[in-house]
């Protein structure tokens, strides 16, 4: 009993008190914009700085579901972010496989290359890329914003990827494949499952990148696909910032990654039992 | 009943004008502080009237609204009509993106209506029409009526009365030893060169001319306005990093007792401040006063296949009631004759104050270099002359080097 | 045993190949042909509201660059951007990473809400944290006011001194999710048996932590800095939107200023100059670092 108790005790003032002091430094801007956005327009400026609204309003929300086709810009970048994670995970774990798993020329020069692909800055390459959408006659689709996506999350994911897959031992994939298993059925059937904890935070990271983006998602496309990024911006005009608007924007933009990665988190887990079986 | 049928009937139509091309489509882009999408009435009210042409508006966001424009010219794909200010007029220009509007000018009937100053400013260097205007404002001064009743302060009608009344509304208010209103909001970054340009340009400083801002009477100019922040300390501390969002927000808080803006931030102001807020011209020089004029205008694209189309839709932006509902969204003021006479959208004090500006509105130099001055050259050199890392005339130096170089 | 690896081997090299060309198509078409005519764009004088005038000048603009004032001052900003926020944002991540690893009732909501900043769009960032910074109506002053640590509202934005490193403090606090992420993940990979061996031979936590921990975090590590370096230095929109470089000079990192040049001045030459310089540097930063630490990543 007095073990238990002492030892609840320790945890909290160890682990959870700075967890709490982590989270409340994480959440703190967040949850000065999700008060904002609550907050009636005309008090928002008021001083002294009202911390707990007086006033309580739904206002902005209702104002920009209904007239701001936010959903339908929060619903196309949905399908832009998992359609990203789609094509993103599968070329960049099927890369990374490559890499983790075999020794070929060209190897290193491929890796390196990769990188380069994020070095450079994006906004000098937008006007030929342009050009190269417009002669594919992808402007404006969520092809296009797929594709440019993916590939500026390939890079870093298949980099991720590498190190989670270099930390199986390759001896299972060979015993997989004197069991029977070809090459890529040992990948599919052993060393991802046994790394999908890294699946899962290399998923995470395409989908909020791609959620995030915002420079090729206003410039490739905008009107017929129009993400949620794009959507925010025009909430910030020449002359007048729509905060309530533009808070009770950012408050839902962010719930969908949460969610996710609520949800998901537990796959966090399950890897670490499968790596208690692996050997 | 009628409707159903009708609608069917347009909707075969449609279909059939998609395979014989009948229709035309008319791609627009415009920026808009308004999100609640007031355009798409004004879309339908045009293509009831002009059957056969299809308006697509788009609403591109302003912070990137000259990127995407730009990129989408020099890519080969840009709109129909757009919504464009003068400053881009040059480098559009130059780059042949225009189409001249004079010769559908001519012919049209609204030519009248819109107020005569208008084509003169919108004019371009080639002495054609390639911009419709569309809606404008005029820089004036905002004051806080109550705070200057309250300390005996008359209005500012020059560098002197300002100066002054900008010191005495520097205050303490609850003797706590920090300062918590400040004289003047001014706005240091991006956007602020209209400030910069009412106290400095009408006191013997030429933009225009080669040499013009590097005479003494202009370094001195430069030096008073400087000295405002380092000496007198009457602007917030935060000067020289605040836009618009810090200046409108630290009036609307009470920070400032002045600030320099327009007539479509009056309604926050209002709602905020309620009568406590007015509104007058801005100070003059010793050789007359400067405000700037912001002005929005359409115009069509040399690469548009529509263009008589185009046309169409840009004389029905800028003419009489169309033209007073996209103010009335948009906050700004109406180009036509007959829209500004029965204006009310806004109270009468600042249309006054409008008013009384407009004969010295002026813009800033017809060059392609305006953009680069608007955009970092101004703001980089304001910072660091505020900052005190180089001199009044350094700073000067080097915008005569930027335009005359 | 001996057998079977060397017969995969030799018959190997079709396979990564194959498995490779999509994404190496993919990237070829969407960078590296932009990035050619970037790189051709740099050796000419190019302004594009100026089409009749492009000429080509071989490495003025180089020259011009090494003689730019400006560019040794966004240069030096580089440096500390860089360097400041990946190691604050891995501190702070791998802080959260171990604590979100441990037993708690609240875990699964605690790895949700700690990823929240990173799922913001940057531009909300940008303008939330500078109405935090704000000196006339902002929170971080007013908290400062009144527990008395300033006795003055401080321009955290407007002040060259404290500019840079106030944004480095907002980039910190939107990236350090990514590490926590990652680092987590690694920190699952680790077969539970080589704790259970340590503790049957007695290791404390701290020892376990250091030779069991973090030797087998170090690939993941290694990665995760090395691309968060990548991502941090080009990331200019939360400057952008903060405080646009200024003030003067104050927050000018690299691929800022050339994109400062590029779309304000439309000097796409001198700006694609100043990109073409970075992304050599940043390479060059790159190789050095894989050099060192990264032996068993690549």
């Given at each position: 009993m007095m073990v238990g108790r002492r030892s609840r005790l320790n945890r909290f003032l160890t682990i959870e008190l700075s967890m709490l002091a982590i989270i409340a430094f994480g959440l703190g801007p967040y949850l000065w914009m999700v008060l904002t956005s609550i907050k009636p327009e005309e008090l928002l400026f008021r001083l002294p700085i009202d911390y707990w609204p007086e006033q309580v309003t739904l206002e902005h929300y209702v104002r920009l579901l209904s007239k701001a086709n936010f959903l339908e810009n929060m619903g196309q970048s949905l399908v832009v972010a998992v359609g990203t994670v789609c094509v993103g995970l599968s070329l960049s774990v099927t890369a990374a496989y490559s890499f983790s798993r075999f020794r070929f020329p060209g190897r290193r020069f491929l890796m390196l290359k990769f990188l380069v692909i994020n070095m450079f800055p994006v906004v000098l390459l937008i006007i030929p890329l342009f050009v190269v959408m417009r002669k594919l006659g992808l402007l404006d689709t969520y092809f296009a914003l797929i594709i440019a996506h993916s590939t500026f999350s390939i890079p870093f994911a298949t980099w991720m990827m590498t190190s989670y897959i270099n930390t199986i031992p390759v001896s299972l994939d060979e015993a997989a494949m004197t069991d029977g298993c070809t090459r890529l059925g040992a990948m599919w059937r052993v060393v991802l499952p046994l790394c999908l904890p890294g699946v899962v935070a290399t998923g995470i990271y395409i989908f909020i990148t791609s959620w995030n983006e915002y420079l090729y998602a206003a410039i490739l496309a905008g009107q017929n696909v129009r993400t949620i990024t794009v959507g925010i911006q025009t909430l910030i005009g020449e002359f007048e910032i729509e905060w309530g608007l533009l808070t009770a924007g950012g408050t839902l933009g962010a719930l969908p990654a949460t969610i996710l990665f609520i949800v998901i988190q537990r796959h966090l887990i399950e890897g670490m039992v499968a790596g208690a079986v692996k050997r | 009943m009628r409707r159903l049928i009708a609608s069917v009937f347009a909707g075969a139509l449609l279909f059939a004008g998609f395979g014989a091309n009948a229709e035309e489509e008319v791609r627009f882009w415009f920026h808009f502080d308004n999100p609640d999408n007031p355009i798409s009435q004004l879309v339908s009210k045009f293509e009831q009237e002009n059957p056969g042409i299809k308006i697509k508006a788009e609403n591109i966001p302003w912070n990137t609204y000259y990127e995407k424009l730009n990129t989408s010219i020099i890519g080969g794909n840009p709109p129909d009509v757009a919504m464009v200010k003068l400053f881009a007029l040059p480098q559009l220009l130059e780059m042949g993106a225009l189409h001249p509007l004079d010769d559908h000018i001519a012919s049209w009937d609204g030519k009248a209506d819109i107020q005569d100053e208008l084509w003169e400013l919108n004019r371009a260097s080639d002495g054609k029409n390639y911009y419709m205007p569309l809606q404008y404002v005029v820089l004036y001064l905002y004051y806080r009526k109550d705070l200057f009743d309250q300390h005996g302060v008359k209005v500012p009608t020059n560098r002197e009365e300002f100066l002054e009344a900008a010191k005495k509304l520097t205050l303490d208010t609850n003797n706590d030893g920090r300062i918590d209103v400040y004289g003047f909001g001014m706005r240091g970054a991006k956007g602020g060169h209209d400030h910069w340009a009412t106290f400095v340009l009408p006191n013997g400083a030429d933009i225009n001319k080669e040499g013009g801002l590097l005479t003494p009477e202009a370094i001195a100019a430069n030096q008073w306005f400087i000295d405002l922040h380092r000496?007198?300390?009457?602007?917030?501390?935060s000067a020289p990093n605040d836009g618009f969002k810090e200046i409108t927000g630290g009036f609307k808080a009470g920070r400032t007792a002045m600030t320099i803006h327009h007539i479509g931030s009056s309604a926050g102001m209002v709602e905020a401040l309620g009568d406590k807020v007015s509104a007058a011209p801005v100070p003059q020089g010793t050789q007359g006063a400067w405000t700037a004029f912001g002005d929005e205008s359409t115009a069509v694209f040399s690469a548009s296949k529509v263009k008589d189309a185009a046309f169409k839709w840009v004389a029905f932006l800028s003419s009489g009631d169309n033209n007073v509902e996209f103010n009335k969204a948009s906050g700004q003021l109406p180009v036509t004759k007959s829209g500004s006479a029965e204006w009310t959208l806004h109270e009468k004090r600042f249309v006054d104050a409008t008013v009384a500006s407009l004969p010295f509105a002026r813009t800033l130099p017809a060059k392609p270099q305006t953009s680069e001055f608007v955009g970092s050259s101004w703001p980089t050199n304001m910072q660091r002359a505020l900052l005190g890392e180089i001199s009044a005339e350094e700073m000067l130096r080097n915008i005569d080097n930027l335009y005359f170089k | 045993m001996g057998m079977t690896p060397r017969r995969y081997r030799r018959r190997l090299p079709v396979l990564p190949y194959v498995l490779l060309s999509p994404v190496v198509l993919v990237t070829l078409v969407i960078i590296f042909y932009p990035m050619l005519q970037a790189i051709w764009m740099s050796v000419h004088d190019y302004i594009i509201w100026k089409p009749q005038d492009i000429r080509f000048n071989a490495f003025a603009h180089f020259v011009t660059a090494f003689s730019d004032e400006v560019f040794w001052i966004s240069l030096w900003h580089t440096a500390i951007w860089i360097s400041l926020t990946v190691s604050l944002q891995l501190a702070l991540g791998f802080a959260a990473a171990i604590l979100l690893n441990q037993d708690f009732p609240w875990r699964a909501l605690a790895r949700g809400l700690i990823i929240i900043p990173w799922a913001l769009p940057s531009v909300v960032i940008g303008l939330m944290w500078s109405w935090v910074y704000d000196p006339n109506y902002g929170v971080l002053n007013d908290f400062m006011l009144r527990f008395g640590l300033l006795t003055q509202s401080m321009p955290w934005l407007a002040n060259p001194d404290t500019a840079l490193y106030a944004i480095i403090l907002t980039l910190t606090w939107q990236g350090f999710p990514f590490f926590a992420v990652m680092i987590l993940a690694g920190l699952q990979a680790i077969p539970s048996s080589y704790y259970e061996a340590a503790e049957l031979d007695g290791a404390s936590r701290r020892q376990q932590f250091w030779h069991i921990t973090l030797p087998s975090l170090k690939g993941v590590l290694v990665t995760a800095v090395l691309l968060r370096i990548i991502w941090v230095a080009n990331s200019i929109d939360v400057i952008y939107v903060m405080t646009s470089g200024g003030p003067g000079y104050a927050t000018h990192t690299l691929p800022l200023y050339a994109f400062l040049r590029t779309y304000t001045a439309m000097d796409f030459g001198y700006g694609s100059a100043l990109a073409v310089l970075f992304t050599l540097m940043l390479l060059g930063v790159v190789v050095l670092y894989l050099r060192r630490a990264g032996r068993d990543v690549t």
């Open positions: - | 000496v007198h300390k009457v602007f917030p501390p | -």
